[in-house]
């Protein structure tokens, strides 16, 4: 895949601004921001660096938080409940000798600070654009840094809704008279439909400086750790597929297929990323936690022995060369599957990630599937054995076996509490903060 150089020389950053007159559509306002730099990202020293010790918590349809109850309280007390159950959390991890947070703080195209690019979130308020009267990513930063903890704002690059019903659209809709309003009325030619969803089209070159500024303007605010993506980059199913048909005829030349093209706005968008970050913060760490396979052998000899879903393939996410051209501080690969799982078996997934880092700086983090833990399922029975508690214990040894593995991930966080987990959970408590 080639990779090029932007076509500017500087990045755009979007402050919106609203017309005066309610008849005229709301404009970008397009202001200088950090030049793209052209020469290599700085190295990536691994010195002090304890094991990761991490856990994902969600905010996307309230499934870690905030507390469903919380939504519908008076002001006042949805603020002292969604705080509370933020520092109950913490106080939780902080005794399982968790150390680091991951906190999705654009769950969509909504966020969890006060913003100048995005709405607040309707997570928080139930209503889009609803000021919830506190910054939950400044009063988690605060509170996990009392801890001792570590955050990094987990950011949902491209997804703008969870679905496409008519009240989500009025919804959004609705952000018209925001300031900011929602990306989806601000520039509906961006976006498209994919499994179900409302997204940003990835192949829209100002889409890209869009997401980049929306990262960049935590970056400069908050004295964040780390930024991490997930897997969701290009995201189809069979039945929802995503439309970039006219996109690709203007951006596309030059590509041998559309996969390739594809391939190379992913790559694009973690470069611009990249190099921002470490321009305002070279201190903030930049990851991506992918699905867990690359390419499957029977595609690509320099792929894993498994016959799973590729992220290669499927999300159009070239994981592998992003570790190799150095694009990336650390790679979270979902691995969320047991030893005796044939079609991706855990230890030869994360055997082979090892291997990738190898000769790079690029640390790896495992992403272990904890919700898994205690639930019965035919294809994967470890999972209930003894309370799940030898396959977690199989995992965790061999992530700590193997010298290019520093840590593990957990997801997700409120499977930390649920009945079928508590076993493990004891066990991780007794491992990482010994007793």
């Known amino acids: 895949m080639k990779l090029t150089v932007k076509r500017t020389g500087t990045l755009v950053a979007f402050a919106l601004l609203l017309a005066g007159c309610s ?9 200088p921001f950090p030049p793209v730099a052209k020469q290599p990202l700085p190295g990536k020293s691994q010195l002090n660096k ?3 010790r991490g856990v994902w918590l969600a905010t996307v349809s309230r499934l870690d938080w905030p507390p469903v109850a919380s939504v519908n309280a008076s002001p006042a007390n949805r603020i002292s409940q969604q705080q509370k159950a933020l520092t109950d959390k913490l106080d939780k991890l902080k005794t399982l000798g968790v150390n680091t947070v991951f906190f999705q703080v654009k769950p969509d195209g909504t966020a969890l600070w ?25 009063f988690m930063l605060d509170e996990a840094h009392k801890r001792g903890m570590k955050v990094h704002a987990w950011f949902n690059p491209y997804r703008v809704s969870t679905n496409t019903k008519a009240s989500t659209v009025a919804e959004l809709n609705n952000t018209l008279s925001n300031q900011p309003p929602s990306v989806f009325v601000l520039h ?4 498209r439909t994919a499994s179900d969803r409302y997204v940003v089209d990835p192949g829209i070159p100002e889409a890209r400086d869009w997401i980049t500024s929306v990262v960049a303007e935590v970056v400069k605010r908050y004295p964040v750790d780390g930024v991490q993506f997930d897997d969701y980059f290009y995201t189809e199913s069979p039945g929802a597929t995503l439309n970039d048909s006219q996109t690709f005829q203007k951006y596309g030349q030059g590509f041998a297929s559309k996969a390739d093209w594809r391939r190379h706005n992913t ?4 470069e611009q990323v990249s190099r921002t970050i470490k321009q305002l913060n070279p201190n903030v760490e930049f990851g991506v936690s992918p699905a867990g396979v690359w390419r499957n052998r029977s595609h690509d000899p320099a792929g894993s022995e498994t016959s799973g879903a590729a992220a290669y393939d499927e999300a159009y996410a070239d994981t592998r060369l992003w570790v190799q ?3 990336l501080d650390y790679i979270a690969p979902q691995v969320y599957w047991p030893f005796s799982r044939k079609a991706a078996r855990y230890d030869v997934l994360a055997k082979w990630w090892a291997d990738v880092v190898k000769p790079t700086n690029t640390r790896l983090y495992i992403g272990v599937a904890f919700y898994k833990v205690g639930e019965s399922s035919k294809n994967e029975p ?12 199989k995992q965790l040894d061999l992530n700590e076996s193997l010298p290019n593995i520093n840590g593990t991930i957990l997801f997700r966080e409120n499977y930390l509490n649920q009945p079928q987990t508590q076993e493990a959970v004891s066990y991780i408590k007794h491992r990482w903060n010994n007793g």
């Open 23 to 31: 008849s005229k559509p709301p404009q970008s306002l397009v202001t």
């Open 50 to 52: 304890e094991p990761m």
């Open 382 to 393: 470890d999972w209930t054995v003894n309370g799940g508690v030898p396959e977690l214990k």
């Open 114 to 138: 006060p913003s100048q690019i995005l709405p607040w979130s309707d997570t928080l308020t139930g209503k889009i654009g609803e000021d919830p009267g506190y910054d939950p990513l400044q």
């Open 267 to 270: 790559q694009l968008l973690i």
């Open 188 to 191: 509906r030619d961006w976006i």
């Open 325 to 327: 051209k150095g694009l």
